[in-house]
């Protein structure tokens, strides 16, 4: 229950899936809005990053995804060291997890089934 909360914070983007991750600033999801296509279902996001020169492939990324996607995606920063994706807790603006957040989390997932 607790990957519910869970997002990926891109640091080189080989980690987080592209197309099944949860990795965009987008709370609502944090998944693409645009359907999987061009791209295999399996590919990582470090598809769409330059890795030289530690920028996003914005040509690729503007013909392949929904505006929405492409805003998201954009507003990405990245790291001239280009770390390794983390795991980051999602519901909490320190990125902390806390017991509380994870409770508010399960209890909203458990509402959504009903």
Partial sequence: MVQLGCRWQIGNGKCAKLWRG?????????????????????????????????????DLIHELFLPFDVEAILSIPFSVSLPADKLIWAPS?????????????IRKSLCELQ
Avoid: G
């Fill in 93 to 105: 603006t320190s990125s902390q997890f806390t017991v509380s957040n994870a409770y508010k989390v």
């Fill in 22 to 58: 949860k990795w965009l600033p987008t709370p609502s999801s944090y998944r693409l809005v645009t359907p999987p296509h061009l791209l295999p279902e399996d590919a990582s996001v470090s598809v769409l990053i330059n890795l030289v020169a530690a920028t996003w492939t914005s």
